[in-house]
């Protein structure tokens, strides 16, 4: 599963320097986010956001720091996946008000106040924690507090995706990285790593300019292989990178990055989301599928935004290939695969 993409080993801008196009320098995929992206003018069509997930055996939770150009969002959401009950606050806030992401992520605390909900996301030397005051719908209080690790030498994959030169998009995906901490609602207290059972962080920083109407795939995961020794983290994408040149593909093992330089096959049903959703490498290298147990349905319709996504966590089994051939099996490790249709 080699890729013949360009893989940068050093820092570079994101835009030339009247911060409307693409630096030629910035094309291509890093193990570590490189990227300043220095992104100016055009409001409207820029988007950037931080968007956090924790993935244990029976709880996901989801944190989102976002302005997409017409509209700012912070959100945690969580379900318990043994019974179906999500809970969690949405608050938008209109032209991003109250919402600052700097051109360098994790460069500086992520903060949001607000009657309903209060957040923070602050980068450490060892990684990030995520601290969320909220109140629920029923009224009772909701709390986060956890930590996902950032172990030595864990890589992630960073890749700009070109459409053209003034619409792209740099996406810093992370998966497979340690959690811990807890999630309170009311009396109720949910425990993530440690002793309570092994807990993953992902993340997805997003930052560039999008096409007005888009979808995409995107998948992840991560847990211990079938051999109970090799950790695996999965990172996958689909319909969006399409004909650019570039993927958001590939698979970690034991924080080791294979980058999948061609497009994934995904197999899937719009209308029964809870049906498998399968995930295949062309010439077989990569094998995986999703056993879901909740949908994460959304869709938001108003004047010049819509957007609609089944999002659904789950289980992976099947397997991968590392760049230098070797094949990992994976059997109920925990994920999520999504289909997102905007027009934003």
Same mark, same amino acid.
């Given at each position: 599963m080699a890729t013949a993409e360009h893989e940068i080993t050093a820092p570079v801008d994101l835009c030339l320097p009247d911060g409307r196009r693409l630096a030629p320098a910035a094309r291509g995929w890093s193990r570590r986010p490189l990227h300043t992206a220095n992104l100016r003018g055009r409001r409207f069509r820029t988007k950037r956001w931080d968007y956090w997930a924790v993935l244990g055996d029976d709880l996901a939770l989801a944190v989102t720091y976002g302005h997409v150009g017409y509209l700012g969002v912070a959100t945690v959401w969580w379900v318990d996946l043994r019974t179906g009950t999500e809970g969690g606050r949405d608050v938008p806030a209109p032209l991003g008000r109250g919402l600052r992401l700097p051109e360098r992520p994790g460069a500086e605390p992520l903060r949001f106040r607000s009657r309903p909900l209060d957040l923070d996301l602050t980068d450490d030397e060892d990684g990030t924690r995520l601290v969320a005051r909220w109140d629920e719908a029923d009224g009772r209080p909701g709390t986060? $507090? %956890?930590? %996902? $690790?950032?172990?030595?030498?864990?890589?992630s994959l960073n890749v700009v995706i070109p459409w053209t030169e003034t619409l792209f998009q740099y996406t810093s995906k992370h998966q497979a990285r340690p959690a811990r901490g807890t999630l309170r609602v009311g009396d109720v207290v949910h425990h993530l790593g440690d002793d309570d059972g092994p807990a993953w962080g992902v993340l997805d920083v997003g930052r560039g300019r999008w096409p007005y109407r888009t979808r995409w795939n995107w998948g992840g995961g991560a847990g211990p292989a079938t051999d109970g020794a090799t950790v695996v983290g999965l990172q996958f994408g689909g319909r969006w990178t399409e004909g650019t040149g570039a993927t958001e593909n590939g698979v970690l093992v034991d924080g080791r990055l294979t980058k999948i330089g061609q497009e994934l096959e995904w197999s899937y049903?719009?209308?029964?989301?809870l049906r498998p959703w399968r995930v295949r490498h062309p010439d077989g290298s990569l094998d995986v599928t999703l056993t879901p147990r909740h949908d994460r349905h959304t869709k938001v319709q108003a004047v010049v935004l819509a957007t609609e996504v089944h999002q659904v966590f789950g289980t992976w089994a099947g397997h991968v290939t590392t760049e230098d051939g070797t094949v990992v099996r994976v059997d109920g490790i925990g994920g999520f695969a999504e289909e997102s249709r905007s027009r934003w």
């Open positions: 986060l $507090d %956890v930590h %996902v $690790d950032q172990p030595p030498g864990h890589e049903h719009w209308d029964r989301p």
